[in-house]
């Protein structure tokens, strides 16, 4: 099984709300990562969870905020988001000490 | 440094022919360099992955040749089929310890073939 499963698929939220988007792999994989992807441009990193721990930050705004409850799940808590957050979300995990990702179907995410 | 630069940045190929993606990085401690075919609306899927200590990889029609010394790699599709319309990224991952790798994109590449 090599399967990343985001929830939601779609996500239509007001820039006053709070939401949450959820990564849920199987694999035994000890690193999780969040990307962003805009359309027609690469996924961006914008963290990376290793053992349960966040290990990296690109500098992303407060306005998203990583949980990683047990290593098997992942999630990102969304708060007053600006239109411009409008975008495809990805998560992926890898294995340890190895560095194929697999990435789940991603969660759209439309700001408004 | 940090940059993968990915060419061309689109490719009409007619069917069974080849289809051929370049990429380039300038920083050496990148040591694992990945392909990924995207569709529209679904994530990124792993298609074939190098290490720099191998020249050549080949899976079915995929092949990726790594050329260390010019810091290039590249894919080949061989016998394109319609069903391999897509986007393809390139992408260069360096491990920062534990189970943690930072993997970088090339802009990507949207492939047509045309039937």
């Known amino acids: 099984d090599t399967e990343v499963t985001q929830t939601p698929k779609h996500l239509v939220m007001g820039m006053t709300n709070k939401k949450s988007l959820k990564c849920e792999q199987h694999?035994?994989?000890?690193?999780m990562y969040w990307y962003k992807q805009k359309a027609k441009k690469p996924p961006e990193l914008m963290f990376v969870?290793?053992?349960?721990?966040?290990?990296i930050n690109e500098s992303v705004p407060s306005r998203f905020s990583p949980e990683c409850p047990n290593s098997s799940l992942l999630n990102l808590h969304l708060h007053a988001l600006q239109p411009e957050d409008s975008a495809l979300y990805l998560c992926?995990?890898?294995?340890?000490?190895?560095?194929?990702?697999?990435f789940g179907q991603g969660t759209r995410l439309t700001v408004v | 440094q940090q940059q993968v630069k990915q060419s061309p940045q689109s490719l009409i190929v007619q069917k069974g022919g080849i289809s051929i993606i370049n990429c380039a990085y300038e920083?050496?401690?990148?040591?694992?360099f990945p392909w990924y075919q995207q569709f529209p609306g679904k994530g990124p899927a792993l298609l074939i992955a190098?290490?720099?200590?191998?020249s050549e990889k080949k899976e079915g029609r995929f092949t990726i040749s790594f050329n260390k010394s010019a810091k290039q790699f590249s894919l080949h599709i061989m016998d394109s089929q319609p069903g391999d319309s897509a986007t393809y990224f390139c992408?260069?991952?360096?491990?920062?310890?534990?189970?943690?790798?930072?993997?970088?994109f090339g802009t990507g590449t949207l492939l047509a073939v045309q039937p």
């Open positions: 992926a995990s890898s294995p340890q000490l190895n560095t194929e990702a697999f």
């Open positions: 694999m035994g994989h000890r690193a």
């Open positions: 969870y290793s053992y349960e721990k966040l290990s």
């Open positions: 920083n050496t401690a990148f040591d694992y």
């Open positions: 190098i290490r720099p200590d191998v």
């Open positions: 992408a260069a991952s360096r491990n920062y310890g534990g189970a943690t790798n930072k993997l970088i």
